[in-house]
């Protein structure tokens, strides 16, 4: 259905354009001189050039893109040619959005979750910058430049405000102990009582991009310091910066699996040791630690004893099995035999598949000593321990629930892989191509549509171009934010500042290649300054918390406007560029 819509819209341009052209040659006929005889076409013309005069059209030529799609000065042509446009840009991300889904179900996370389909995510965006400053002169190109700007700083505040407050309304679930409830949502539009919850993994997104705005303070160091000399040398310093900074955030994004997997393995352990030694308390006739704070052996080996069922001297895997009966497993995805064989692994060091009393004893120190070492209050050795051990047991659980883990999600088999895989690719060419060939055009129409109006071309590309290129995102976002859980949500949000990142690293890095090459000024403190104000505002925020009630999406919308209104006040009231 895409493919049917595509060429349709390509039918419409087509015939635009002819009437565009039809018109043009009509207009350069009235240039003739009458011989008496046509002087009605001649008395006609001239009506049609006063009536087109009166209603606010141009007359001066327009470069055509390719030679042959259209091209106007009108501003109500140009209205007609950004939505066009407009909506291939759209198609051609939405093409690159579905590709990466599909080819992500194939490959999984890693090289193509990390790198690939985050380079391709922003490819729209550094299609549009990398056009807005490339072809003409440099006067020409420095005057364009700034729609590449505004999309850059359209893209993130949209991303981070509109988006990001949208999410948060339609993921909203019922907030109790300061984490939303998946699936319970009975509290209304409740301010406080209402909310979403992500994980760790999340806030560590929400960090790196923060730090991502970086290149930007590196680059507007010359205008704080009131220099004009280091400008182009900070411009590409900030470049050398970014692309440093781009390829760290691509390595980290394909080790982010294997990290994440790690720490969910550490607190899985970390689980089954403070619900065994839990068990161990229970069961035990004295305490386990001395007053000293050291292991009470006597009781130990009581409890040795007392596990070994068959008094053989050694305890086996079916007689460990009943220090995990009582764990509640289940809350950390973890299967039984799985938590014995952690067990095993950290009791016996002969590796005899058995666990003597001197192996046990040492094993249980051991658990102590780390349990000790937690960021839980410390163990006290008297009555306040069994209290320790509940609360640890806790402090672990509630860490595995904001790790996120997945292990629990069925995963479906793809049917027909290579075919699967065909698709994709063929979806993301497909996306590269409309994005590569509509560039240009759209830009040229936003640059045509701020002469014929007088309006900035920074506010237009600010306010249209996002809706462009991150549209396809933005409803995915919403969508999966809407099926209220903390895993979607944090998904989503992941992927909100994941695409800001980008938007910071990777478009920032075509922009300013783009400055530094083509020799042009860098005179966009008012921007700069908004992009910083909303990424390290929400940055920081989501940062140190994990859930956010429903007023935390009112401060989100708010941030919109404000950048518009400060733009227009930095640069319109002071001067600023």
Known sequence: MSLKVFFLTFIILLVFSGAVNGRRFISDSGGLISDGVHSEIGRDLEILRVDRDFAGGEEESCEQSYGFLPCTKTALGNVFLILVYGYLMFLGATHLSSGSELLLEILGPGIIGGLFLPVLGALPDAMLILVSGISGSTAAAQSQVSVGMGLLAGSTVMLITIIWGTCCIVGKCDIQNSVAVDMKDTRGFSLTGSGVSTDIWTSHAATIMAASVTPFLVVQLPQLLHSTSGRHLSVLIGLIISLSLLVSYCVYQVFQPWIQSRRLAYVKHKHVISGVLKQLRMR?????????????????????????ENEDGYLSRTEL??????????????HENDAIEKLMKDFDTSHDHRVEMSEFIAGVTKWL???????????????????????????????HHFLGDQSDESVETVENPRSTVIKAVLLLLLGTVIAAVFADPLVDAVNNFSSATSIPSFFISFIALPLATNSSEAVSAIIFASRKKLRSASLTFSELYGAVTMNNLLCLSVFLALVYIRGLTWDFSSEVLVILIVCVVVGVFASVRSTFPLWTSLLAFLLYPFSLVLVYVLDYKFGWS
Request: glycine share 8%; net charge negative.
């Open 284 to 308: 035990a006739l004295g305490r386990l630690c001395t007053d000293q704070g050291a292991p009470n052996i006597e009781v130990l080996e009581k409890l040795f004893k007392a596990i070994d």
């Open 321 to 334: 099995k009943a220090l995990v009966v009582g764990i509640r497993l289940e809350e950390i995805n973890l």
């Open 369 to 399: 000593t780390e349990a000790r070492g937690s960021e839980a209050p410390s163990p006290e050795a008297g009555p306040d321990t069994m209290k320790y051990l509940d609360d640890l047991h806790e402090q672990t659980r509630r860490e």
